[in-house]
Every structure is written in structure tokens, then in C-alpha cells.
């Protein structure tokens, strides 16, 4: 059974970079639908980015030019590269995955209710 583990989340001032990593284990394959999403006390789960099998990026408005989605699957890895960050970046950030789709996203990023495996999260605070 797939299990994910982010690390990389801290406190940054604004327009700093973070980077984030998720680590998948326990499943035999590493061509998967993988995204990550952020949520604050209050608020839904936000969708972020996803990348799929072939390569193919999704990324939020908020986050478009600012943030970079990528994967080792050597490393079974994915890592968000968050750069610019702002204040209202603060949030605990989850990894999401889905065995089910063929490799491909689709819109689950979008879908937060249909993620099928989830990270603990990390957390990451942005101070103006």
C-alpha cells in the first residue's frame, strides 16, 4: 500500500523559496498521479499542482510562475520548488496520490475528495 511522507516545510520571510519533498513507499510502481495541496484552519483543501506520468503540470493561479512541480521516479520523489513566497502562502502543505487513473491526473487536483492516498503534511509559515 502507497504511504507518503512530505518534508522541507519551515518559516520563511516573504519573497523567500522553500522547497518541499514528498516520498512515496510501498507500492511497486512509481508511475502514479502525483499533486499537492495546501489547507489553512478554516478553509478547504487547496489544490496546488499535480504532475503525471508523462510529465504534465497542473499549477493553481495563485501559485502559476511562482511554484514548480517535479518528480524523480528513480527516487519514487516529488518536490515543489516554492519560490516568491508570500503570506498568504502560510498553510500546512499535503502530498496526494492516486494509483487508480493510469499515471494520468485528470482533475484530481481539483477534487481533493477523490485523493486516494495522503502525507501527513508540513507546515509552512510566511512572514511579511
Known amino acids: 500500500q502507497l504511504q507518503l511522507v512530505e518534508s522541507g516545510g519551515g518559516s520563511v520571510q516573504a519573497g523567500g523559496s522553500l522547497a518541499l519533498s514528498c516520498v512515496g513507499s510501498?507500492?511497486?510502481?512509481?508511475?502514479?498521479?502525483m499533486a499537492w495541496f495546501r489547507q489553512t484552519p478554516g478553509k478547504k483543501r487547496e489544490g496546488l499542482a499535480s504532475i503525471d506520468v508523462d510529465g504534465e503540470r497542473n499549477y493553481a493561479d495563485s501559485v502559476t510562475g511562482r511554484f514548480t512541480v517535479s518528480k524523480d521516479k528513480a527516487k519514487d520523489t516529488m518536490s515543489l520548488q516554492m519560490n516568491d513566497l508570500k503570506p498568504e502562502d502560510t498553510a500546512m502543505y499535503y502530498c496526494?496520490?492516486?494509483?487508480?487513473?493510469?499515471?494520468?491526473?485528470?482533475?484530481?487536483?481539483?477534487?481533493?475528495?477523490?485523493?486516494?492516498?495522503w502525507g501527513q503534511g508540513t507546515a509552512v509559515a510566511v512572514s511579511s
Open positions: 496526494a496520490a492516486d494509483t487508480s487513473l493510469g499515471g494520468y491526473c485528470y482533475d484530481l487536483w481539483l477534487l481533493p475528495k477523490y485523493v486516494e492516498v
Open positions: 510501498g507500492y511497486t510502481r512509481t508511475d502514479y498521479c
